[in-house]
């Protein structure tokens, strides 16, 4: 049997062709990034300036080799943010990120925590104006798109409307 629907709402929308705008993330350089050459239209990694330039780098490469315009993907990041208004307020987060972690791991694993998730790798810690100049800096390395996570978000949405009030602003 067949059926004829007038104004029938079809989501989710059907397979594009050659297909959906695929995001492929990681920074695999022999498989994941030789992939994302030939079938993203976004790609993400990074954790530091310094590793997304080495990774743009290879992706550049398995471009060329595929015979693909580099700059068609989109390179994007993650990024563990936490802001304040000054400097007190950034280490009053800092606090209430470490009593928040305080019921469920010991003080050393917390302080190894706020160290690989804020300090080393993908996070930005700071007030808007040194959370403005680091995202400068990602933009200077060619990241197109940030995904930001605001661990605090969910009891204080503080620091993600001084984000939203004053460095998105200052980025656009």
Same mark, same amino acid.
């Given at each position: 049997?067949?059926?004829?629907?007038? +104004?029938?709402?079809?989501?989710?929308?059907?397979?594009?062709?050659?297909?959906?705008? /695929?995001?492929?993330?990681? %920074?695999?350089?022999?498989? =994941?990034?030789? =992939?994302?050459?030939?079938?993203?239209?976004?790609?993400? @990694?990074?954790? *530091?300036?310094?590793? @997304?330039?080495?990774?743009?780098?290879?992706?550049?490469?398995?471009?060329?080799?595929?015979?693909?315009? &580099?700059?068609?993907?989109?390179?994007?990041?993650? &990024?563990?943010? /936490?802001? +304040?208004?000054?400097?007190?307020?950034?280490?009053?987060? /800092?606090?209430?990120?470490?009593?928040?972690?305080?019921? @469920?791991?010991?003080?050393?694993?917390?302080?190894? *925590?706020?160290? #690989?998730?804020?300090?080393?790798? +993908? %996070?930005?810690? %700071? =007030?808007?104006?040194?959370?403005?100049?680091? &995202? *400068?800096?990602?933009?200077?390395?060619?990241?197109?798109?940030?995904?930001?996570? @605001? #661990?605090?978000?969910?009891?204080?949405?503080? %620091?993600?409307?001084? &984000?939203?009030?004053?460095?998105?602003?200052? /980025?656009?």
């Amino acid at each position: 049997k067949h059926y004829r629907l007038q +104004g029938a709402i079809c989501q989710p929308k059907p397979a594009q062709d050659p297909h959906i705008p /695929l995001w492929i993330a990681g %920074g695999g350089e022999q498989l =994941t990034l030789r =992939t994302a050459a030939r079938h993203a239209a976004y790609s993400n @990694f990074g954790q *530091t300036i310094e590793n @997304f330039n080495r990774k743009s780098e290879v992706l550049a490469g398995h471009c060329r080799n595929v015979g693909r315009d &580099f700059d068609e993907i989109v390179r994007s990041a993650n &990024f563990n943010v /936490l802001i +304040g208004a000054d400097e007190a307020e950034v280490r009053d987060r /800092l606090d209430w990120y470490r009593s928040h972690l305080r019921p @469920f791991l010991s003080e050393e694993r917390i302080e190894r *925590t706020i160290q #690989a998730n804020y300090i080393d790798a +993908g %996070g930005v810690v %700071g =007030t808007p104006e040194q959370v403005v100049e680091y &995202f *400068t800096q990602w933009q200077e390395a060619g990241a197109d798109y940030a995904i930001c996570y @605001f #661990a605090d978000a969910a009891y204080d949405r503080r %620091g993600l409307d001084l &984000f939203a009030g004053q460095v998105i602003p200052a /980025l656009a």
